[in-house]
């Protein structure tokens, strides 16, 4: 596939979930693989608003996660992208700054993890086949320095249900392609407002 179409398909992507209010402002960061050996990611640039963004003002990365193409910097969060594209297998990875991924992370950071059992849209994610189950989102403590956060996340990733999330931050959702990908971000960030909601409708009983 030519490298101008993965950057279509990524802008189209980071708008959709930019109208669902999950990467508001500056908020959240995006990649896809466009290149395996040597390792190429097509990005979102660092502070830029995501809902303005255009194909043209995408960067490329290398495996190091410096700029070999395009105008801007790395986000310092290119670190935490690496790390799934390589231990996951992973083709692309969608970072999120939802309400619901913030205030739930934080809620639930004491416990390491959040479980999410019992709901249909279980089923939207890979190797999940019936509603009848259990998962644990991890919950990794916050950090500036991304070498260390993308070392926490690193105990996580393999027993992961292809997202994660960081504590007062957001999730990271990824997939074997930009599809599956933006479908897991779309399921688990409908559980996390399931989750939201049932906590609050606890709160009222």
């Known amino acids: 596939m ?3 179409t993965y950057r279509q398909q990524l802008i189209n992507t980071i ?3 930019h109208n669902r209010g999950w990467c508001d402002g500056t908020g959240g960061n995006f990649s896809v693989v466009a290149e395996q050996d040597p390792l190429k990611l097509i990005m979102a640039p660092s502070g830029v608003d995501k ?3 255009d194909a043209t003002d995408l960067i490329e990365v290398n495996g190091h996660g410096e700029v070999i193409n395009g105008e801007g910097k790395a986000s310092a969060e290119t670190l935490m992208h690496l790390k799934i594209v390589k231990q996951c297998s992973a083709g692309a990875v969608l970072h999120t700054h ?8 934080s809620l639930h950071q004491a416990a390491g993890h959040l479980k999410l059992e019992g709901w249909e849209m279980l089923k939207g994610l890979s190797g999940i086949s019936t509603h009848d189950t259990t998962v644990e989102l991890p919950i990794i403590k916050n950090n500036q320095d991304l070498e260390v956060l993308s070392k926490q996340a690193s105990r996580f990733l393999k027993e992961a249900p292809s997202g994660l999330l960081v504590a007062g931050h957001g999730l990271y959702a990824w997939g074997e392609d930009l599809f599956q990908a933006q479908r897991h971000t779309e399921i688990i960030e409908f559980l996390l407002e399931l989750s939201w909601r049932q906590h609050l409708l606890n709160r009222t009983l």
């Open 2 to 4: 030519r490298q101008h």
């Open 15 to 17: 708008r959709n979930l």
């Open 51 to 53: 809902g303005s963004l």
């Open 98 to 105: 939802s309400v619901n991924g913030t205030l739930l992370s």
